[in-house]
């Protein structure tokens, strides 16, 4: 479509010359690599010298450049104005066919509602309710009695164990598995013996779970995935978690059995935190830290053992420091053992 096209569809104010304004672009690319059929982006000041120098058909700005020669599409907002043109730009793939694959295997007393697809090898076990417009990717498997809502993707190989509840708009990416018994053991008499799992798992509204994720049943009860929270790929989530609202976990993170965490938390990459403890609201956890003590609201916590940011941040450069305060350190013991063989000497 044309720059002015473009503009109208994310409601952006036009800037430059009218010739400008008929350029065609077909595609989002970054600053570096853009061509003059692209639409490029800043969300800092910091990018404007390298968007001089970029080929850019036309750039996404929160506020207009002076003396560039570019037409700019200014909006209140870059992040939302990019999202909405790369949903613009997005490859245009077949929708799933509504209906069951022939090669689907279903089971009794199962109600599957107008407008879903169900993809080839799939299994749907006894009493599987699936909500309208959901779709299930090829090679999942549903567990007896469990539910999903409307407008619902489970995208390949997907299992969702028995007795588990799903909510509207519920995205789990290929390979990921919501409601495998947890690690509970106890030792008795010399070997260790599985405690039985027999709760399970529920994943409110508009949850998005990346791939190869696993979500584990609770020992009674729910776990818990509370209502616009996003996880990344790779996350481990224990028995018996609660996780509160909107909430963000990031890749390779580790939640012990029984943690519970409030709204808003973020949790950045390979995160670890320890069992049964809580997370306070909107508090941020950076990467690979490990928690093992509950936490209040509003924190931001770094390092392992997981401390205030600000404190860690000061110990990390003193510990950085050390190498060259141990090499003077060294300098000084043989400055004072010169001194004390002088000393000696004289005496």
Known sequence: MTVAQLAQRIGAELAGQADDADRQISAVETIAAAGESDVAFITDDKHIAALRNSRAGAVIVGRRIEDLAKPQLIVKNVDAALIEVLSIFAPRLKAPAEGIDPTAKLGQDVKIAKGVAV??????????????NSIIGSGCKIGENSRLGKNCRLD????????????????????????????????????????????????????????????????????????????????????NVVIGKCCLIASLVGISGSCRLGDGVVLAGQ?????????????????????????????????????????????????????????????????????????DNKE
């Open 119 to 132: 993809g080839a090898g799939t299994v749907i076990d006894d009493g599987v309710e699936i909500g309208e």
């Open 156 to 239: 390949s190989n997907v299992v969702i164990y028995h007795n588990c509840r799903l909510g509207n708009n519920v995205v789990i990416q290929a390979n990921s598995t919501i409601g495998s018994t947890g690690f509970g053991y106890s030792f008795i008499d010399g070997s260790h013996r599985l405690i039985p799992h027999n709760g399970g798992v529920v994943i409110e509204d508009f949850v998005e779970i990346g791939a190869n994720c696993s979500i584990d049943r609770a020992k009674f009860g729910n776990t818990i995935i509370g209502a616009g929270t996003k996880i990344d790929n790779l996350v481990q989530i224990a028995h």
């Open 271 to 343: 995160v670890g935190l320890a069992d049964n403890i809580e997370i306070g609201d909107g508090t941020v956890i950076g990467a690979q830290a490990g928690v093992m003590q509950s936490v209040g609201a509003g924190h931001k916590l770094l390092w392992t053992p997981a401390i205030e940011s600000k404190e860690a941040l000061r110990t990390i450069s003193l510990i950085m420091r050390l190498p060259k305060l141990a090499k003077q350190l060294k300098q000084l013991n043989k400055r004072v053992e010169g001194l004390e063989a002088a000393k």
